[in-house]
């Protein structure tokens, strides 16, 4: 179980220099490959987002992977790039349509690397184990023109509706976690439609947190996913085992590019363990009540 990025991004991924990523119009050095593990990201990066990419050298980035033309063919065809490294640990870059302002914003993403320490509850000789990750705090994709529509509802979290590249986002930060060497690719959601979405790729580092959302899934499947996620945002999900409102829980999932990881995310020891504890879990949406919250929201 794993990402399938395109032949063609790891082709252009392979082509693209240490040098075009930190390419600078204000600073013309380069980061030495061993800089990477070295040196704390405040201090190697002097401006480089994620202490390897110059804001010139994102700006290529979107347009190798095609991000630039799509979203030109949506209407936005001046793009304003705004970079933040001033926190040491926390970097976040921001695309706009024409002017930085909040109602233009197109694309908001907030990185940190993060430490994982793996603690399954089987035994494995990765337990206790600690690997170095790409954490995205924050991802908001939007479409600040766009209406939400039958067909494209509006779900919690957005002001916006989306602007239907949530699968590229995920390969082209699969692909900065590879170019800088890190383990993997760790995201913590903060709503159910996040991680249901996301679950083709991403595995929870706790089995039973898989658990849980598998069961949520399998319990829930008969209705649309707009539903079930403000259900569960109002409470018109019901867990059957504690006869009380389900509520939503935040976890760590992973995409795991070191060869030990996914191993462990592929065993038949993670998986069964998710199977065996889906089967204690059991999940109810009360339609009823989802309509009445609906009504009261005005959704």
Excluded at 147 to 165: A, E, I, Y
Excluded at 263 to 289: C, D, H, P, Q, R
Aim: aromatic content about 14%; some cysteine.
């Amino acid at each position: 179980m794993s990402i399938k990025i395109p032949k063609k991004y790891w082709y252009i991924a392979k082509r693209l220099s240490t040098a075009q990523l930190q390419k600078s119009s204000d600073d013309d050095s380069l980061i030495s490959e061993a800089d990477l593990f070295n040196i704390n990201i405040d201090k190697r990066g002097r401006g480089f987002f994620l202490g390897y990419y110059s804001k010139e050298g994102l700006k290529l980035v979107f347009e190798k992977y095609g991000v630039i033309k799509l979203l030109s063919n949506k209407g936005f065809n001046e793009i304003v790039y705004e970079l933040d490294t001033s926190d040491q640990y926390i970097h976040r870059l921001a695309l706009y349509d024409k002017y930085k302002k909040p109602d233009r914003m197109l694309i908001e993403i907030v990185l940190k690397k993060e430490m994982v320490t793996i603690d399954m509850p089987f035994d494995t000789k990765l337990n206790g184990k600690r690997f170095d990750t790409l954490a995205i705090e924050w991802l908001c994709m939007q479409d600040p023109h766009g209406q939400f529509t039958v067909k494209k509802p509006k779900l919690p979290g957005q002001d916006f509706p989306g602007l239907g590249m949530s699968n590229k986002a995920v390969e082209l930060l699969i692909i900065a976690s590879w170019r800088l060497k890190l383990a993997g690719l760790l995201n913590t959601p903060e709503y159910y439609h996040n991680a249901y979405m996301y679950s083709k790729v991403f595995f929870y580092t706790n089995p039973e947190d898989q658990a849980k959302l598998n069961a949520l899934a399998r319990d829930t499947k008969k209705y649309p996913l707009d539903v079930v996620t403000w259900a569960m945002e109002w409470g018109a999900i019901k867990d059957e085992v504690t006869a009380q409102p389900a509520k939503w829980f935040v976890a760590k999932q992973l995409v795991a590019l070191d060869s030990e990881l996914k191993k462990l995310f592929n065993s038949k020891m993670y998986w069964n363990i998710v199977k065996e504890k889906a089967k204690g879990y059991k999940f109810t949406l009360n339609m009823a009540e989802y309509e009445k919250a609906r009504k009261l929201k005005e959704i």
